[in-house]
């Protein structure tokens, strides 16, 4: 391998443009210096404006679209358990947290990288993921903790997406149960299998992010035109299981970057990643912060016995647009969430460098299988969230990257020789060693330890109170004419 000469992902290039010869040059030891390159002099088309994807705004959409898809929905739910200033307060708190760990998480990857790339090692066809940067830093147990937690956690935030799809399509067509639904749009979304990675998602995340934005501003507008309900009674905080439950709500909105690596090597100047995450989330807090605070002002406790915020609108056509616009959104996250446990399982069965697409498509659908089954289970819109955010989310993006980045650079030479010294803001190793220490002990304690308590308890009490495979979570009982006639049954 010649270094910063090599071919960047060319399972994209192979799949998505055939023999166009698309070429790249990777991030190299070099640094910034690296320019995507266009070696055939191919003239600009569609197809590279809407599918080839490598740019700093590309990497912008593509964390943005993913940080803020249904959890929007269920963040005022979080605000009614939270109340207002504890509401607005962790969302900032996290927000700049995970910042920090997609920061520490892209540092690493860039040192992983340099490293084998000093090293000789060539990773054309081969998409690199967080797991195999702690394998190649720390050694091999560092590798199963990070494949198990990170898989475990994409695994039910496809879940999440599921459920999500099927809570939000009852509030247009009530006509099919939830369950029903979650059987449609699992099928719907196993089309994510034929994307090849994060690279093919340019247009995709650009328009999951604009749907996005207008639900946020709709949720916002019409909490505000509709006003206070009577008698709306704003009681939050007042029991220690609703306040964890929604900090760690909270927690996993600002930890979403389990798919922070696939994203960066995506990318045709991957080092300029450090601060997008951060960007994002800013760009983020305009959506979540007006939602979440105008749906809490105008129904207040209402929200404690509903976690999407869509139910307690009057239905009009604004809202039946919302609703649409989210749903394709939550396709486009399912895929997002889905992609890194594709490539993992092509990885096991030997298929992830075949061109192939049809082929890598048809060695992908087991993985659909356990999503689908797994969220017929467990339909519970917005406890599964904060349950998810306390045990894997925790660990996967906030505690592990923290610790990890503590002990690749705990030796003097380590530090001399890394890839990427301390940032400007923070220019003191031993600043970022107890920047580092003081996210370990605050997840652990609060969002690990209290917060796993809290969702852990509300899990089982949503389990108690209409039990798994649940037929429509949280369904209004259908009203029924006629007194002579007999009610229909209530499906939770």
Not at 202 to 219: I, K, N
Not at 298 to 323: E, I
Not at 373 to 383: K, Q, V, Y
Request: with cysteine.
């Amino acid at each position: 391998m010649v270094p910063g000469e090599q071919v960047e992902d060319a399972i994209v290039a192979n799949v998505g443009n055939g023999k166009d010869g698309v070429e790249v040059r990777a991030m190299g030891v070099g640094g910034d210096d690296a320019e995507p390159q266009q070696h055939d002099g191919s003239k600009f088309t569609m197809k590279s404006l809407l599918w080839h994807g490598g740019s700093v705004w590309d990497a912008w959409f593509s964390c943005a679209s993913n940080q803020v898809a249904q959890v929007l929905l269920t963040l005022p739910y979080s605000f009614s358990q939270l109340g207002m200033v504890s509401g607005v307060l962790l969302q900032i708190f996290y927000g700049l947290m995970g910042s920090w760990t997609a920061y520490l998480i892209s540092v690493l990857y860039v040192e992983y990288r340099a490293r084998k790339e000093k090293e000789g090692v060539s990773f054309k066809n081969h998409v690199i993921q967080w797991f195999e940067v702690l394998d190649g830093l720390l050694g091999p147990y560092w590798k199963a903790a990070g494949l198990a937690f990170n898989c475990t956690f994409l695994l039910f935030g496809t879940v999440i997406q599921l459920i999500a799809c099927a809570s939000n399509i009852y509030y247009i067509n009530d006509r099919l149960d939830k369950r029903t639904w979650t059987y449609i749009f699992g099928a719907c979304c196993a089309t994510t299998v034929f994307i090849p990675s994060f690279h093919n998602y340019r247009v995709w995340s650009f328009l999951g992010l604009g749907m996005t934005t207008c639900t946020a501003w709709y949720l916002t507008i019409a909490a505000a035109v509709h006003g206070q309900v009577d008698g709306v009674t704003h009681s939050g905080p007042n029991k220690l299981v609703p306040y964890f439950t929604g900090a760690t709500n909270i927690l996993y909105t600002f930890g979403g970057h389990a798919i922070t690596v696939e994203i960066m090597h995506a990318m045709w100047k991957p080092r300029k990643f450090k601060y997008i995450y951060l960007l994002a989330t800013l760009y983020v807090f305009t959506l979540t912060l007006p939602s979440a605070a105008a749906m809490y002002w105008a129904f207040g406790d209402q929200l404690l016995t509903h976690s999407n915020a869509f139910s307690l609108l009057p239905r009009t056509p604004w809202r039946d647009a919302a609703v649409v616009l989210m749903l394709i959104h939550q396709f486009i996250t399912f895929g997002f969430a889905c992609t890194p446990l594709y490539f993992v399982w092509e990885k096991a069965v030997g298929m992830h460098e075949t061109s192939s697409v049809f082929l890598r498509a048809l060695v992908r659908l087991p993985i659909v299988v356990p999503v689908w089954f797994l969220a017929i289970i467990f339909p519970f819109f917005g406890p599964i969230n904060s349950a998810v955010g306390a045990l894997l989310v925790s660990f996967t993006v906030y505690i592990i990257p923290a610790l990890a980045h503590m002990l690749t650079y705990r030796s003097a030479s380590a530090r001399l020789n890394a890839a990427e010294k301390p940032p400007s803001f923070l220019p003191s190793w031993s600043g970022m060693f107890v920047l580092n220490a003081f996210v370990v002990a605050w997840v652990l304690v609060v969002g690990f330890g209290l917060g796993g308590w809290a969702s852990v308890t509300n899990f089982i009490k949503q389990i108690d109170t209409f039990g798994l495979f649940a037929k429509c979570y949280q369904c209004p009982t259908k009203p029924h004419a006629g007194s002579a006639l007999p009610a229909p049954p209530h499906h939770h």
